[in-house]
Nanobody, 126 residues
Framework: QVQLVESGGGWVQAGGSLRLSCEVS????????MAWFRQGPEQGRSFVAA????????HYTNSVKGRFTISRDNTKNTVDLQMTSLKPEDTAVYYC???????????????????WGQGTQVTVSS
């Protein structure tokens, strides 16, 4: 079993920065990939970024490339999402997710992730 706890959300003006952190506990070696998803008001859950736990390779949705950076610390079992040049359209609840060792190392589909954090609100004002 894997537990995920997010922190670091909040309110920021457009152009500002925030850093989200996800602490992974439990059997961390049962994880292939970690990802951040977000869900805006009246929207479905969408992929933001992913990182492969073993080699640190990263993947991003086009709208955040060059602005967001996902990283992981294997010693602390944390996955962070550094967000810069934030826009009002980035406003959403952000969720950390973990993918078990099954098939691909990472995925843009939330259905492929078995473990989820509680979510943290990010609000970007114009």
């Amino acid at each position: 079993q894997v537990q995920l706890v997010e922190s670091g959300g909040g309110w920021v003006q457009a152009g500002g920065s925030l850093r989200l952190s996800c602490e992974v506990s439990g059997t961390a070696f049962s994880v292939d990939g970690m990802a951040w998803f977000r869900q805006g008001p009246e929207q479905g859950r969408s992929f933001v970024a992913a990182i492969v736990w073993s080699d640190g390779s990263t993947h991003y949705t086009n709208s955040v490339k060059g602005r967001f950076t996902i990283s992981r610390d294997n010693t602390k079992n944390t996955v962070d999402l550094q967000m810069t040049s934030l826009k009002p359209e980035d406003t959403a609840v952000y969720y950390c997710a973990a993918k078990p060792p099954m098939g691909l190392y990472w995925s843009i589909s939330w259905h492929d992730y078995s473990y989820w954090g509680q979510g943290t609100q990010v609000t970007v004002s114009s």
